[in-house]
């Protein structure tokens, strides 16, 4: 199975080639909270943008261990670029994948605040 997403104006869509997940997690941080993201993370190999490579842009904060990536049009940031102790791996913002119920899903809280 795999799911898609898109940022708001569909500039940018993406395929994850995985199940789409039944848990996500939250983080309080001061990113993630003021963009009330819900995440769930899959390694790079899963993850191919479909469109809109040319309209994304970066933004890196506080250890820049994470590239958040938006679209220049509409400003979402649908998905992120990070490593994990396993590779390479992507943050998808799940509010952006339509066909995925957020009030389904068991949400693990992270203090990111705390990092």
Do not use: W
């Amino acid at each position: 199975m795999s799911y898609t997403g898109s940022c708001h104006c569909g500039a940018v869509t993406f395929t994850v080639a995985a199940d789409a997940p039944t848990e996500a997690m939250t983080c309080n941080c001061s990113h993630c909270s003021r963009k009330g993201m819900v995440l769930t993370f899959v390694s790079a190999d899963q993850f191919n943008l479909e469109s809109g490579a040319d309209q994304l842009t970066d933004y890196l904060f506080y250890k820049h261990a994470i590239t958040h990536q938006f679209c220049k049009t509409c400003g979402t940031e649908a998905f992120a670029l990070g490593k994990s102790p396993q590779g390479d791996m992507r943050a998808i913002n799940l509010r952006c994948v339509p066909s995925i119920d957020i009030d389904m899903l068991t949400i693990n809280q992270v203090d990111g605040a705390s990092f």
